[in-house]
């Protein structure tokens, strides 16, 4: 399928680079797909903001798309959310998921009582995001916890054996993954 040859009525959507910098042009291009609608994410990103990744998780959820993710390269921490909305999700034996704890930079200049108060909220957002992570990508939290602390790169295939992606095997026969769900031939 040529670069220009799109899927009828499906969005294709690039989740590629830091959220922080690209959720928004990523979030419009979410608003664009009609409610309810269909559309592809194809995530090579290595994360960003916790909040952005929420916030696109979000949007995906509260729009009702039918979202299917596809790792083609990486999909690390703040990305884990979108990639955990998504109905489906595939990943080839290349891609990459970085599962770890969030973390909170800021090169702002704030006052001590601001920086506790933001350390507080921090530590809260983090605990309920990590379970919220666990409910959408169906893992048990033994197994989450061990992923995320202190930190866990996780391959393609051993996302595929944890069941939170189906398993494309990117070769050159093996076709779109959705384009084979949608003639029947599903290869897992």
């Known amino acids: 399928m040529s670069r220009n040859a799109k899927m009828p009525d499906i969005h294709e959507i ?29 995530f ?7 909040h952005a990744g929420v916030s696109i998780m979000s949007l995906i959820t509260f729009r009702r798309l039918n979202a299917t993710a596809i790792v083609t390269g990486e999909c690390s921490s703040a990305a884990l959310w979108p990639f955990a909305a998504c109905a ?19 090169e702002e200049n704030i006052r001590p009582a601001e920086a506790a108060e933001w350390a507080r909220h921090f530590a809260s957002f983090e605990q309920a995001t990590d379970v919220l ?9 033994e197994l989450i916890s061990k992923w995320m602390n202190p930190g866990k790169y996780v ?6 054996e944890a069941g939170i992606a189906k398993l494309w095997p990117l070769k050159p026969d093996a076709g779109h993954p959705t384009m084979m769900k949608a003639s029947g031939k599903s290869k897992s």
Do not use: K, N
């Open 14 to 42: 690039a989740v590629v680079g830091d959220l922080t910098e690209h959720g928004g042009s990523i979030s419009e291009q979410i608003l664009d797909v009609p409610f309810g609608g269909s559309c592809i994410l194809y």
């Open 44 to 50: 090579d990103c290595p994360g960003g903001s916790p």
């Open 88 to 106: 489906e999700r595939y990943v080839t034996p290349f891609s990459v998921l970085l599962f770890h704890p969030s973390r909170w930079e800021s």
């Open 133 to 141: 992570l666990a409910e959408y990508l169906g893992m048990d939290d």
């Open 155 to 160: 391959t393609g295939v051993e996302a595929a």
